[in-house]
């Protein structure tokens, strides 16, 4: 065969390509097949941490401790979360997706009454990393617990008022898109009260 033939110049180099396209597929497709059982179960896993945390129910973050409490007090009706405490409260925690900076950010909101939040969880967020990633830090969740909105943002560290949330410093989109999505899921906290 000559090394500068019409099969070394063209039909070799297809060859070539077609076998390394279909081992890389075989790869790629073993290695979906083989974990997608344990993808599964690490959503589910962030999910139910994010209703607890939304709720404000004490679990350690272990799989085991999220899936216990999980059980234990949450019940799932109409696409919302009840959770009834050992205290018998009961709390709502839905679901809400909104545009962010780079992509759209999906919370857990908790109400304990129509008017006020329980607490906040992101289940997901393509932000910033160090600027409107901060959003996922417990500093800026915390501060939702026991308020009232509609909110407003103000500068970070000085917010003393039940309407009022600190933004992050170097990230206001994030903070604005943030912002938004809550005070559209506050607007509707009696409507979620009132479809139970």
Known sequence: MKKDGFYAL???????MAI??????????SLFLFTSDRVKS???FFLRRSVLNA????????PLSV?????????EENGKYIIKDDSN??????????????????????FSSPNTLSGVSIVSQNETPGLGARIEEPWFTAQF?????????????????DDEIDSITGATRTSE?????INSVVKDGSTIYKDL
């Open 145 to 161: 617990a026991g308020k009232s909105g509609p909110f407003r943002l103000v500068e970070e560290g000085t917010s003393d008022s």
């Open 67 to 75: 899936e216990e409490a999980y059980t234990s007090y949450v019940t």
């Open 177 to 181: 898109s943030f912002r938004n999505i």
């Open 42 to 44: 690490n959503e589910q």
């Open 89 to 110: 409260d009961q709390k709502t925690v839905v679901e809400r997706t909104g545009p962010g900076l780079w992509g759209p950010i999906t919370i857990m909101v908790g």
């Open 55 to 62: 709720a404000s129910i004490n679990h350690d973050g272990t």
């Open 20 to 29: 390394v396209t279909i081992v890389c597929i075989v790869i790629t497709s």
């Open 10 to 16: 063209r039909i070799h180099p297809i060859i070539f």
